[in-house]
């Protein structure tokens, strides 16, 4: 009876172990599906699928929950440097941006709400210095700033 009951628990741990710790994978072995991410091979189509949840890490990286991005994530040129960095929630851009020239020089900064560009943005030229600014509302541009904003 003690085998039995070590080896359900056993198994029972190994089965759970995705769902209590989550998963590490390199971002180029998952597959995005509008609108959530699968680990690649584990989508079906016209199937029910589970969506992904665990770790990114690669070109992409940060937590997926539940197929959509969380937390904060970077994003990667393919030199390594990063393109991009800010904060998701439930899958959509949220918070402070910031996206970066494949040189690491800072192009871009401005805030998002969910998924949409909202508030001011500050634009950069090639050597780092600042060019322009734009204020939008929900992604709609709703002015162009000189001085103060």
């Known amino acids: 009876m003690k085998k039995l009951t070590a080896t359900f628990l056993t198994v ?3 089965l759970t172990s995705n769902v209590v710790w989550g998963e590490t994978v390199n971002f ?3 597959v995005y599906k509008q609108p959530f991410y699968y680990k690649e091979f584990s989508y079906i189509p016209f199937w029910p699928n589970k969506p992904f949840t665990g770790k990114a890490e690669g070109k992409g990286t940060g937590e997926i929950i539940n197929g959509r991005n969380e937390g904060f994530w970077q994003w990667r040129h393919d030199n390594g440097q990063v393109y991009s960095e800010g904060h998701y929630k439930n899958g ?3 918070g402070l941006w910031k996206e970066y020239s494949k040189n690491g020089i800072l192009f871009m900064k401005g805030h ?3 998924g949409e560009m909202h508030g001011l943005f500050l634009w950069y030229d090639d050597n780092g210095r600042l060019e322009g600014r734009s204020k939008y509302h929900y992604g709609e541009q709703v002015g162009e700033c000189s001085g103060v904003c």
């Open 112 to 114: 998002f709400k969910d």
């Open 12 to 14: 029972l741990i190994c």
């Open 92 to 94: 959509n851009r949220n």
């Open 28 to 30: 180029k072995d998952l």
